[in-house]
T-cell receptor, first 116, second 110 residues
Framework: EAGVAQSPRYKIIEKRQSVAFWCNPI?????LYWYQQILGQGPKLLIQ????????DSQLPKDRFSAERLKGVDSTLKIQPAKLEDSAVYLC??????????????FGSGTRLTVV | EDQVTQSPEALRLQEGESSSLNCSYT??????LFWYRQDPGKGPEFLFT???AGEEKEKERLKATLTKKESFLHITAPKPEDSATYLC???????????FGTGTRLQVFP
């Protein structure tokens, strides 16, 4: 089974610029998550989708971050404008129906964002 | 507030030197506790799920145990390839959101 695909792997941008990350979850997985992992910390949930609807975006900084999951498959996370503190790894994960599938989520390799 | 605390932050072991990693948690109701391994530049990789106090799971040199307040990841006779960051996460009953600890960075040297 193919894993969770993310692109790009790395991105360096200047502050105030915009950036977008893409995620393709495991086929058939209804639930998709975006996590932010700052260096030395554990992943923190930004947004959770169930099919193409948002379940939880309580920790998404909505003044600068946006995400969509059109057609309930691929997802895009955008930051506009970026700040220095947005430097982190952005992880996408998917799950068949939510976290109680017995194996948590399957994560992609992430996109490492550096804002200079 | 649901919370996960892992200790130690970092651990250096000699090959063959067994040890344990700790994950303490506070959660309104525990649906499951998860252990992940994360290698540099990669996403977390699933290791175990534990559901109830007293439960144990094993995989090669790793054994995870669970009590009502904490979980331990025991590493028996580790090898250099076990070097990684080990993350603990809890899944509360009232959400589908995994809550992660900050991880333990394990280094095993020959």
């Amino acid at each position: 089974e193919a894993g969770v695909a993310q692109s790009p792997r790395y991105k360096i941008i200047e502050k105030r610029q915009s950036v977008a990350f893409w995620c393709n979850p495991i086929s058939g997985h209804a639930t998709l998550y975006w996590y932010q992992q700052i260096l030395g910390q554990g992943p923190k949930l930004l947004i959770q989708f169930q099919n193409n609807g948002v379940v939880d975006d309580s920790q998404l900084p909505k003044d600068r971050f946006s995400a969509e999951r059109l057609k309930g498959v691929d997802s895009t996370l955008k930051i506009q404008p970026a700040k220095l503190e947005d430097s982190a790894v952005y992880l996408c994960a998917s799950s068949p129906t939510g976290g109680d599938a017995g194996y948590g989520y399957t994560f992609g390799s992430g996109t490492r964002l550096t804002v200079v | 507030e649901d919370q996960v605390t892992q200790s130690p932050e970092a651990l250096r072991l000699q090959e063959g030197e067994s040890s344990s990693l700790n994950c303490s948690y506070t959660v309104s109701g525990l649906r499951g506790l998860f252990w992940y391994r994360q290698d540099p530049g990669k996403g977390p990789e699933f290791l175990f799920t534990l559901y109830s106090a007293g439960e144990e799971k094993e995989k090669e040199r790793l054994k995870a145990t669970l009590t009502k307040k904490e979980s331990f990841l025991h590493i028996t006779a580790p090898k250099p390839e076990d070097s990684a960051t080990y993350l603990c996460a809890v899944l509360p009953y009232n959400t589908d959101k995994l809550i992660f600890g900050t991880g333990t960075r394990l280094q095993v040297f020959p």
